[in-house]
């Protein structure tokens, strides 16, 4: 059964607006989160994280928000902007264990129209 | 040579054919790790390697074989393949895991997409 899901598998958005990215888990011991942005025939980039100990993390024109109790995450980007255009990746990890095995979700693919 | 690298970027193989996948990382990591990438799925995790020992074997079939020589280099051989392991497959690394709590993030290869035939 997958742990982190990704409902959306695709969003459209216009230049200079924000972008809203949504990431579920039913995990209850997973207390580390990442975001990745993956290009075509590249491997997935790391764009910004956030521990079970922040609920927001923000970092330049990104920012991931965490409602622990709604086991939901979310990427903020604002403005988009056309090179923003990629699939982006949720993913967790019990980072307590001392591991960090990362499971994803099956991403969201973001296209950002001039 | 930075980052993450991964030999061949394209695999073409058939079911009888044997070959290797290499991996090498220049960032000092002490944890490197194979992912299998399929249409519409999430990467799933298939090996881990911590200090190069194998500490994650996600119940992968016996004919992909993983190889860590030494930090730096990890493999994965292929051997008698299927159809249905046709994928990306992506490398990534970490800083090591160790006792108490880890927020490492995971730096990624390219991959080396493989059709098997």
């Known amino acids: 059964d997958q742990q982190v899901k990704q409902n959306s598998p695709s969003l459209s958005v216009q230049e200079g607006r924000i972008s809203i990215l949504n990431c579920d888990y039913t995990?209850?011991?997973?207390?580390?989160f990442l975001w990745y942005k993956k290009y075509p025939a590249e491997g997935p980039t790391f764009l910004i994280s956030?521990?079970?100990?922040?609920d927001k993390n923000e970092d330049g024109r990104f920012t991931v928000f965490l409602n622990k109790s709604a086991k939901h995450l979310s990427l903020h980007i604002v403005p988009s902007q056309p090179g923003d255009s990629a699939v982006y990746f949720c993913a967790a990890s019990e980072a307590l264990t001392g591991a960090n095995n990362l499971f994803f979700g099956t991403g969201t693919r973001l296209t950002v129209i001039p | 040579e930075t980052g993450v690298t991964q030999t061949p970027r394209h695999l073409v193989m058939g079911m009888t054919n044997k070959k290797s996948l290499k991996c090498e990382q220049h960032?000092?990591?002490?944890?490197m790790y194979w992912y299998k990438q399929s249409a519409k799925k999430p990467l799933e995790l298939m090996f881990v390697?911590?200090?190069?020992?194998?500490?994650e074997n996600n119940s992968v079939p016996s004919r992909f074989s993983p190889e860590c020589p030494n930090s730096s280099h990890l493999f994965l051989h292929l051997h008698t393949l299927q159809p249905e392991d046709s994928a990306l497959y992506l490398c990534?690394?970490?800083?090591?895991?160790?006792?108490?709590?880890?927020?490492?993030?995971?730096?990624f290869g390219p991959g080396t997409r493989l059709t098997v035939l």
């Open positions: 390697y911590n200090f190069k020992e194998q500490t």
């Open positions: 990534a690394s970490s800083q090591g895991a160790s006792s108490g709590r880890v927020y490492n993030e995971q730096f």
């Open positions: 960032l000092g990591h002490n944890a």
């Open positions: 956030i521990s079970s100990i922040k």
């Open positions: 995990n209850s011991m997973f207390d580390y």
